[in-house]
């Protein structure tokens, strides 16, 4: 069974910055592409930036030039530097996983991905 651990959320201040790390555990799985998603409080999970095994990026539009994803795929391994961190960012980010390439848009579609961490709190104060 392949697991997923979130690490790197917090507090901080419009404005600063924050490092998520992923790493995945467990059974051997090949993935293809992995990414972040996040869930603000009564709104819905969506998708923040993603990567690819072949080093393809993706982004949500509102955070383009601000997040920055990062990691190898081969090595089960995600990272998202957020600089310039607005109160809207404020949500659980959660790191999901999947052994099949996704293009277009589908990188952004939660129930493309079988596997998923249990989220880590990003809390962002004016």
């Known amino acids: 069974q392949v697991q997923l651990l979130e690490s790197g959320g917090g507090s901080v201040q419009a404005g600063g910055s924050l490092w998520l790390s992923c790493v995945a555990s467990?059974?051997?799985?090949?993935?293809?592409?992995m990414a972040w998603f996040r869930e603000a409080p009564g709104e819905l999970r969506e998708g923040v930036a993603a990567?690819?095994?072949?080093?393809?990026?993706h982004y949500l539009d509102s955070v383009k030039g601000r997040f920055t994803v990062s990691g190898d795929i081969a090595k089960r391994t995600l990272f998202l530097q957020m600089d310039r961190l607005k109160p809207e960012d404020t949500a659980v980010y959660s790191c999901?996983?999947?052994?099949?390439?996704?293009?277009?848009?589908?990188?952004?579609?939660?129930?493309?991905?079988?596997?998923w961490g249990q989220g880590t709190q990003v809390t962002v104060s004016s």
């Open positions: 990567l690819d095994a072949d080093g393809t990026t």
């Open positions: 999901a996983a999947d052994e099949v390439r996704l293009y277009g848009g589908s990188w952004s579609i939660e129930y493309e991905y079988n596997y």
């Open positions: 467990g059974a051997s799985s090949n993935f293809e592409s």
